[in-house]
């Protein structure tokens, strides 16, 4: 089991930028594809974005493509996201997430939060208009 910690949350204005981070427990980073949902007050959780078990290959929600950039460090167990141009519809619990590479899953990412096996609690992001 992977254990996943975010950071990086706070209250921003429209227009701002925001670096979530999120530590996941060692020995296993290697062994997992991870991605970043949210989940804004009273809506249900959604995909943000997601990078392949190695890194080369990187999906993202349409809402926020070209303002989001997803990154992982294997050598610091480290999935980050920077977030530009922040709006107030951005608003939510951010959470990273993380499910087993397999064979036919080393290639690849997945938008579906049913995918994903672990989770972190999740970090408050507040877009202030």
């Known amino acids: 089991q992977v254990q996943l910690v975010e950071s990086g949350g706070g209250v921003v204005q429209a227009g701002g930028s925001l670096r979530l981070s999120c530590t996941v427990s060692a020995r296993t980073f290697e062994g997992y594809q991870t991605g970043w949902f949210r989940q804004p007050p009273g809506k249900e959780r959604e995909f943000v974005a997601a990078i392949s078990w190695l890194g080369g290959m990187v999906d993202y929600a349409d809402s926020v493509d070209g303002r989001a950039t997803i990154r992982k460090n294997s050598s610091t167990n480290t999935l980050t996201l920077q977030m530009n141009d922040l709006q107030p519809e951005d608003t939510a619990v951010y959470l990273c997430?993380?499910?087993?590479?397999?064979?036919?899953?080393?290639?690849?990412?997945?938008?579906?939060?049913?995918?994903?096996?672990?989770w972190g609690q999740g970090t408050q992001v507040t877009v202030s208009s």
């Open positions: 997430a993380a499910r087993p590479v397999t064979i036919a899953t080393s290639r690849t990412t997945s938008s579906r939060a049913w995918d994903y096996v672990d």
